[in-house]
């Protein structure tokens, strides 16, 4: 991909830093569990391995096709399997004194999802490399990572890997065929050529199938976005039946009203820039906003529900309401089934089905789906 460059001017950089907790981590436990409570096997990463949201991105997909899940996440030494397998030294301590892991090797490994068995281990990429390399000296930026599932080939799922965000950002796919992970490509914004993405991280992914993202070419944006840290938060999804097609808006000096697909503004600001839900029975959706759900009006939105004696944390886990509106279940979709599997990952975001749900839809697609 061209000659890695070795610095990027300081006054790239989009978000400011985050700074992680310094001291020692308990190990990381991932546990598969039935839906009657059963334990079907444990995996601890060991203490190699950093307990927080930044440094454990899993994914469960069935990456080989056999019709059963495998669960795929970054290991180092000391990592034991659901089988009580151990990756590399059971006895390294990789920790500096501030709890940080800035030395030693990194794994990627993909678990079998009935016993937790390793099936595959190779090298984690993209490496740890030079820890300045990646924003800062002391292991923030180096140890920020996302995951995700994409069907790269339009047919085969692929897992992807990434490393590093705010600076330098760094994805891997993988394939999982044969038993054995096999690297697809990586892609490095200190590369030449893609300059673009470096500094634009965030702390997400998102998968679709765009289309025009062969050209890289810029529809339209908005500039001074929340000043030099850039919007907080932003959301795209049809929220007002008045306008065709998706609508825009977020958290920031210039995106705090309604922009439709040509960026031309269409409405006032809406009460929340956070999750949305197709709540009440039509094709547009609600916004969603902790234990609330309202609906967006010309002059006001409207609430639909105010949860009670819910936590924020996963919503209200209320029932849809009924509705005339009948389509395949969004699962079928793969653009959404992917959106899924990267729910886990970090700051999760909306997900969005491959087809347009809203007001004035067409006649979802018939799912193009088999069974064994």
Do not use: C
């Amino acid at each position: 991909m061209g000659t890695t460059r070795s610095s990027r001017p300081s006054g790239r950089l989009s978000t400011p830093l985050r700074r992680t907790p310094r001291g020692y981590t308990g190990n990381v436990y991932v546990d598969a569990y039935t839906l009657t409570g059963t334990r079907l096997w444990r995996i601890d990463l060991g203490r190699n391995i950093r307990a927080g949201a930044h440094y454990t991105q899993f994914q469960v997909y069935d990456y080989d096709g056999d019709g059963d899940a495998e669960v795929a996440m970054k290991t180092a030494d000391g990592t034991r399997s659901g089988t009580g397998q151990t990756i590399g030294s059971s006895s390294a301590d990789h920790r500096n004194s501030s709890g940080y892991i800035l030395a030693g090797p990194e794994y990627l490994t993909m678990f079998d999802g009935r016993s937790g068995a390793v099936l595959s281990t190779v090298n984690y990429d993209p490496p740890r490399g030079t820890v300045s390399s990646w924003g800062d000296s002391y292991g923030n930026r180096v140890d920020r990572f996302l995951a995700a599932t994409a069907y790269l080939d339009g047919e085969r799922p692929s897992l992807i890997m990434a490393r590093g965000y705010y600076t330098r950002a760094v994805v891997a796919a993988w394939d999982f065929r044969n038993g054995t992970l096999t690297k697809r490509w990586t892609f490095d914004s200190n590369n030449s050529g893609s300059s673009a993405a470096y500094g634009q991280g965030n702390h997400n992914l998102s998968v679709a199938d765009v289309h025009d993202a062969r050209t890289g070419q810029v529809i339209w944006q908005r500039p001074n976005n929340g000043g030099a840290e850039g919007p907080g938060r932003g959301v795209a999804g049809d929220i007002d039946a008045g306008s065709a097609g998706a609508e825009f808006w977020g958290a920031g000096t210039t995106m705090t009203n309604l922009f439709n697909t040509g960026g031309s503004l269409v409405g006032r600001t809406p009460s929340s820039a956070n999750f949305l839900a197709w709540w009440d029975g039509d094709t547009t959706r609600e916004l969603l906003d902790g234990t609330r759900i309202g609906k967006y009006g010309t002059s006001g939105d409207t609430r639909l529900l105010t949860g009670s004696s819910v936590s924020a944390n996963n919503g209200t886990k209320s029932t849809p309401t009924p509705t005339g509106t009948r389509i395949h279940t969004l699962l079928h979709d793969p653009q959404y089934r992917v959106a899924i599997a990267w729910q886990n990952t970090a700051y999760n975001q909306p997900p969005h089905p491959g087809f347009h749900i809203g007001d004035g839809m067409a006649t979802p697609p018939t799912p193009n789906i088999y069974l064994r």
